[in-house]
């Protein structure tokens, strides 16, 4: 399998589980969902902590932390409720990394964000949108990735959110042991054209809040100009 591949079956398992998804669902239940579904479309083990899908709903959106210490939280999905579900099939060793914010209205998943009701979650979702956009607007074969940090996290503060990831950076580059990843972080001085691919997934919320908000892509240089793979 390609990475466009593996990539495609977390993209696809994201939109199948938004058509079943639904309140009184346990957490745990969502999780072995994404998962079966994943080994159905072709992966053959799941590359972060033998994790397949972290999946985090309500002020559980907030929570960072590594997948060494990751236990899916023994909770239903409420009737108004914001999900958030990151994934990492691979297949021999060639990965795929996507996550989404899902939310649920009157029982049923929104995917048209101009459609939220609740301020504060569409308000969350357009952020993150914009800051993608930041991203392709921003970065060239010659930015690194401390330059990159610094920009994003400078507009995620004036806009009033926060960097809630647990290592303050903004993803990583896609390689076949997690060890060797580098990441979008202060110190981190490489170009970002020196790595074939990299995910950028910045996980925000603003002070107070109960709710996080995370949007997740693998990104790649095609003639110098920055594509979603």
Not at 39 to 64: Q, R
Not at 188 to 196: A, D, F, P, R
Request: proline residues 2%.
């Amino acid at each position: 399998m390609t990475y466009s591949e593996v990539q495609k079956i977390a993209k696809t398992t994201i939109e199948y589980i938004k058509t079943i998804v639904m309140p009184n669902m346990n957490l745990q239940e969502v999780r072995k969902l994404c998962e079966d579904k994943m080994f159905e479309l072709g992966a053959d083990s799941f590359w972060y902590w033998d994790i397949g899908a972290f999946v985090f709903s309500g002020n559980g959106t907030t929570v960072s932390l590594s997948g060494r210490d990751y236990v899916t939280p023994d909770k239903k999905i409420a009737e108004n409720d914001i999900i958030t579900i990151d994934l990492s099939p691979q297949n021999n060793k060639i990965w795929g990394d996507y996550a989404r914010t899902i939310i649920i209205e009157k029982g049923k998943v929104v995917n048209d964000v101009e459609s939220i009701q609740n301020t504060e979650w569409r308000n969350g979702l357009f952020m993150e949108e914009a800051l993608h956009n930041e991203l392709k607007a921003f970065a060239t074969p010659d930015t690194s990735f401390e330059e990159l940090y610094y920009h994003i996290n400078e507009l995620i503060k004036s806009k009033g959110y926060i960097n809630l990831d647990f290592l303050g950076n903004l993803g990583h580059s896609i390689v076949k042991d997690k060890n060797e990843r580098i990441y979008i972080e202060k110190g981190n001085t490489k170009m970002l054209s020196e790595v074939k691919y990299f995910i950028f997934e910045p996980h925000i919320w603003t002070e107070g809040s109960m709710y996080g908000f995370k949007k997740e892509n693998i990104y790649y240089f095609k003639d110098s100009k920055l594509v979603e793979l």
